[in-house]
């Protein structure tokens, strides 16, 4: 495989951890704590996608390989992630009186609760969607480029939804009053900012695009209760690696982290054609540098990024 | 300026907590890691050791004495005969339980139809929560207070093995497994089993694709101790080149990478070595890239799950080896006749290692002195060994007993295999061979362990 297949499979399993790791961030600039439920949220997404899908069909025609029902599950997929986090919001997180490790612990409990009910209605064993698996496109073999229409549709996908949130952060009024409570809640409310709407427009944003990475995890990957807490590691990793509360840096960081996690085999073929000297420095390196350390390589590219710069690549600017 | 700071406190704490989570939410990983679910999950043998803790020598011992108390035949010459059995009824390997106790069941109904020398045998079932915990406390209490000199147990290798290490050990009590796989229960001689040891599965594997005419093999593994273990057997059985051999982790969201290093590789025999899920994960992927290649796997990689969630055609000649009754043969047959119209449904494998268990074990008795764990020790491998005359039922060979045969005037040949169990308690196992054609799992053949 080429150096260029390698970099469109990250850029296809970055675009899922984008997609996750924004509605992480997003949450935790205005909500002020670190929702381990995310990853679950996004379970959700996936098997509301799932039932929708199963019920709706294929609905005729089908563009990029995906039938028009799958977007139609897609969108139910995203609202009724959304609608869940805002109900547990109201619910739980709003009248609980605790500080923000507080929260953090409640989420914990939340995630196995939401893990639970689907274990329960679906059963912990895998599935996928009715959706015949493609073929890599034959155009791009000859370059070593191996992805299918799924994938395109995947990377298309979180293009667009992340296009709609920036222009939604910057030109919007919403997205202004976002802004201006992840800078300073307090200031905000005193200059007349429904802080609490805000607050739960951003569980809405959030919790949708965590929904709808969900969804393209079930289509890339597979279904299974544990899907969105098995990547929500990598999540956190790419949220605190681009500055924890930015939104860009969220992206940023899924970004690497997706990248780095699909080009580890690019990295030991690198290493393993470098002239490294002395020998047993580079049997150690060629060890390390391998396939089954994929997810330790992020991690320590991770704690080398924050070493320079401790608040993450998008510094200390929030949103 | 005060604001930034906070702001770094803030995120050291959150750094801190997101750690601490973090190593929670791994400890959960661990946990589930043996839900996998499937026979060779049992396997997850590294865990045994454990069992050393549970229960100290001392408390082996004292099952000697509980055992020599023969309080069970003390209850006049007519009561039953009681053995013990530990099994997983609850937690990760329930269903191997649920199964078992189907076969179980079958058997007693067998032996006591015809009785051992008048008497009826007794089982007494305790669950081991499929932990070792949970499995020493309940052959602790077979063994001391029932004082059973015959304990069939347990499904999972490493609670076999903790209960071997910390209760039967050192004690004359016939510890006899029903369904682990392990390799590392060969290194146990006194821990006999009735399921074969995943060491077969290597050597059939490797058989099999030398015998396909490929020289030249790409293996991927599961990083535990079953994955480790079988590619070790494996690549310790091989005598082609080895392409490609690395672990990868469990419940990874892409495997991507493995599939292409190994398709880079070169090699056009490829080995999956792993579980269900992930492995319908990589054929999905090897689909979706395009790669072509012979697919080997152990059991571990098969089930309906797998056949559901793949795209037709992606796995097509695939060859896996799976533990199993000679189904072909006639005592299978009729048991599993026997097994349909008592449960409505096939009996598995598992059920078959269960009920030649109960019936080696009813058999060991009666071809003994005395019921004790010492004599029993002598019959138990002599009953099903090789020498003597075949039979194929516990009715038969009850008989030839029953008629003065001492033994080794019998072989009882199961309905799981042969049993002939080896010096280092293992039987001889039956693999058969699935070939996936049209999409589904068809038998073509059968190998001896």
Redesign the interface.
């Known amino acids: 495989?080429t150096v260029l297949?390698?970099l469109a499979?990250g850029l296809v399993?970055s675009s899922?951890i984008v997609l996750g790791s924004i509605g992480l961030s997003l949450v935790y600039s205005i909500a002020d704590f670190?929702n381990?439920a995310h990853g679950d949220t996004m379970t959700i997404g996936a098997y509301a996608a799932l039932v929708t899908f199963g019920a709706v069909g294929g609905l005729g025609g089908a563009v990029l390989g995906l039938p028009y029902g799958f977007f139609l599950a897609l969108v139910v997929g995203i609202a009724v992630a959304a609608v869940v986090a805002v109900g547990t919001e109201k619910l739980i997180y709003e009248p609980l009186d605790v500080d923000?490790?507080g929260l953090?612990i409640t989420s914990?409990g939340i995630a196995f609760i939401y893990r639970a009910v689907i274990q329960i209605r679906f059963g912990?064993?895998?599935?996928?969607f009715g959706i015949?698996?493609?073929?890599?496109i034959e155009s791009l073999?000859p370059y070593g480029v191996?992805v299918?229409l799924?994938?395109v549709a995947i990377v298309g996908s979180a293009v667009v939804l992340v296009g709609g949130l920036h222009v939604l952060l910057q030109y919007t009024d919403l997205g202004r009053k976002m802004r201006a409570m992840a800078d300073n809640p307090d200031l905000a409310r005193v200059s007349g900012i429904r802080t609490k709407r805000v607050k739960l427009w951003t569980w809405v944003i959030g919790a949708g695009l965590a929904g709808a990475g969900g969804v393209f995890?079930g289509l890339?990957?597979?279904l299974?209760p544990?899907?969105g807490?098995?990547?929500?590691?990598?999540i956190?990793a790419a949220v605190?690696l681009g500055g924890?509360g930015s939104v860009y840096g969220a992206m940023a960081g899924g970004f690497l982290i997706g990248m780095i996690?699909?080009l580890?085999?690019f990295f030991s073929n690198v290493v393993e054609a470098l002239p490294i000297w002395p020998g047993w420095l580079a049997a150690i390196v060629r060890g390390l540098i391998?396939?089954?350390y994929?997810?330790a390589i992020a991690f320590v590219i991770m704690v080398v990024v924050l070493l320079v710069r401790?608040?993450g690549i998008a510094g200390?600017g929030a949103t | 300026m005060s604001r930034?700071s906070m702001?770094?406190t803030?995120?050291r704490?959150?750094?801190k907590?997101?750690g601490g989570?973090?190593v929670?939410?791994?400890s959960g990983?661990l946990s589930?890691t043996d839900?996998g679910g499937d026979g060779s999950d049992g396997s997850d043998g590294g865990d045994g050791s454990d069992g050393g803790d549970g229960g100290d020598g001392s408390d082996g011992s004292d099952g000697g004495d509980g055992t020599d108390g023969d309080d069970g035949s003390d209850g006049g010459d007519t009561g039953p005969y009681q053995i013990g059995m530990v099994d997983s009824l609850t937690g990760s390997l329930s269903a191997f339980g649920e199964r078992n106790q189907r076969g179980v069941d079958l058997a007693l109904q067998r032996v006591n139809e015809v009785e051992i020398d008048g008497r009826e045998l007794d089982l007494i079932v305790e669950d081991s929560e499929s932990e070792n915990q949970g499995g020493i406390a309940a052959a602790q209490k077979l063994v001391n207070q029932d004082g059973v000199p015959f304990l069939i147990g347990a499904v999972g290798s490493g609670v076999s093995l903790a209960i071997y290490e910390s209760v039967v050990q050192d004690t004359d009590v016939v510890q006899l497994s029903q369904n682990s796989t392990g390799l590392n229960l060969t290194d146990f001689p006194g821990l006999l089993r009735m399921s074969p040891s995943g060491r077969s599965q290597s050597l059939a594997l490797s058989n099999i694709i030398s015998d396909d005419g490929y020289d030249e093999v790409a293996i991927t593994y599961v990083?535990n101790d079953y994955g480790q273990s079988l590619t070790d057997a494996f690549v310790n059985a091989w005598e082609g080149d080895i392409a490609y051999n690395?672990?990868?982790?469990q419940?990874?969201?892409?495997y991507?990478?493995?599939i292409?290093?190994m398709?880079?590789s070169g090699a056009d025999a490829w080995l999956f070595i792993t579980y269900?899920?992930e492995f319908?994960?990589m054929v999905?992927e090897v689909?979706?890239?395009?790669y072509e290649a012979q697919f080997y796997g152990a059991d571990s990689v098969s089930g309906d799950?797998v056949i559901?969630?793949t795209?037709e055609g992606?796995m097509e000649g695939m060859k896996i080896v799976v533990p199993s009754a000679p189904v072909e043969e006639e005592n299978y047959q009729s048991f599993a006749d026997a097994f349909e119209s008592e449960y409505d449904q096939q009996p598995t494998s598992w059920a078959a290692y269960a009920y030649d268990c109960v019936i080696n074990a009813a058999l060991a008795i009666q071809a003994a002195d005395e019921f004790t764990g010492s004599a029993l020790r002598d019959t138990v491998r002599r009953v099903s060994g090789p020498d003597g005359e075949e039979v194929t039922s516990f009715e038969a060979a009850s008989q030839i007993l029953a008629d003065g045969g001492g033994p080794d005037d019998v072989d009882y040949q199961g309905v799981s295999g042969p049993i002939d169990f080896d010096e280092n308690g293992d039987p001889v196992g039956f693999l058969q061979v699935l070939e996936v054609q049209d999409h589904a799992y068809e038998g073509i053949d059968f190998v001896e362990g």
Do not use: K, W
């Open positions: 495989m297949g390698y499979n399993f899922i670190a381990f923000s490790i953090l914990i912990s064993d895998f599935t996928r015949q698996p493609l073929r890599p073999v191996r299918t799924h994938d995890l890339f990957n597979q299974s544990r899907m807490f098995n990547l929500l590691l990598v956190f605190i924890i996690n699909q580890t085999p391998s396939i089954e994929a997810n401790p608040n200390e | 930034n702001d770094l803030d995120r704490t959150l750094l907590l997101t989570a973090g929670a939410a791994l990983c589930t839900d990083n690395n672990p990868h982790d419940e990874q969201q892409s991507s990478g493995v292409s290093e398709d880079s269900q899920a319908a994960t999905n689909y979706s890239s395009g799950n559901e969630n795209p992606s």
